[in-house]
C-alpha cells in the first residue's frame, strides 16, 4: 500500500493507493456524514463522544445499530463498511472509539490501525478489536486498548465504552448549599 497523501485535520484524503488492486481514492468529507446504504450515522442526539465501528457484515451493523441504540447512551455513532470508508469517517469526524473488525476487504483492520497510529493528529485515538480472526498480537499496539473474538461481547462493550465516557465527562461542581 502507499499513502501518497492523508490529512485527517482537515476532512481530506487524498491518494490513498493500494497496491496491486488499483484502488485510488480522492475525498472531501463534510463535518457531519450523511446517511447512505452502508455508511450510517445514527440519528442520535450530539455528545461529545464519537465512536465509530467498522464491519463489513451489514446484519452485524445492524446488530451493532439496534444494541448500541437500546444501550441509552448518548453516543454519536459513525459506521464504515471497510478501513478505506473508516478513514472517510474518521476525517468527517474525529472518533473517540474505533471499535474495528480485522478480516474485511479494501483496508483491513490491521491496516487501519496502522495508518491511523501512523497521522499525528489521530495517533492516540484507541482501538476496540472485534473479529472472528485471531488478533491478540495487535494488543501489543499502543491503540489498541481491547480485543474481543465473535460473537460480539456486548456486556463487555458496554461497560468499556461506559468507562471511556465517564472519563471525558466533566467534573460535576459542588455548589455550596
Not at 497496491?19 to 446504504?37: D, E, H, L, W
Not at 439496534?66 to 473508516?86: H, K, P, R
Not at 486498548?145 to 461481547?153: F, N, R, W
Amino acid at each position: 500500500m502507499s499513502l501518497t497523501y492523508i490529512s485527517l485535520d482537515d476532512g481530506r484524503l487524498e491518494s490513498l493507493n493500494l497496491a496491486g488492486k488499483g484502488m485510488y481514492g480522492v475525498a472531501m468529507c463534510q463535518k457531519c456524514p450523511t446517511n447512505s446504504q452502508n455508511n450510517t450515522a445514527l440519528q442520535q442526539p450530539c455528545s461529545d463522544f464519537r465512536l465509530l465501528i467498522v464491519e463489513d457484515d451489514p446484519t452485524l451493523r445492524i446488530i451493532w445499530k439496534i444494541t448500541l441504540e437500546s444501550w441509552g447512551m448518548s453516543l454519536q455513532v459513525a459506521m464504515a463498511e471497510d478501513g478505506y470508508v473508516a478513514i472517510v469517517q474518521i476525517a468527517a469526524a474525529r472518533p473517540d472509539l474505533i471499535i474495528t473488525d480485522i478480516g474485511m476487504p479494501n483496508i483491513d483492520g490491521r491496516m487501519l490501525i496502522d495508518i491511523v497510529s501512523r497521522v499525528p493528529s489521530t495517533a492516540d485515538i484507541p482501538f476496540v478489536v472485534v473479529s472472528g480472526l485471531k488478533a491478540d498480537d495487535l494488543l501489543d499496539r499502543p491503540s489498541v486498548i481491547g480485543c474481543y473474538p465473535k460473537p460480539i461481547p456486548f456486556y463487555e462493550i458496554h461497560q468499556l465504552i461506559t468507562q471511556l465516557v465517564q472519563r471525558r465527562a466533566p467534573a460535576k461542581l459542588s455548589l455550596p448549599a
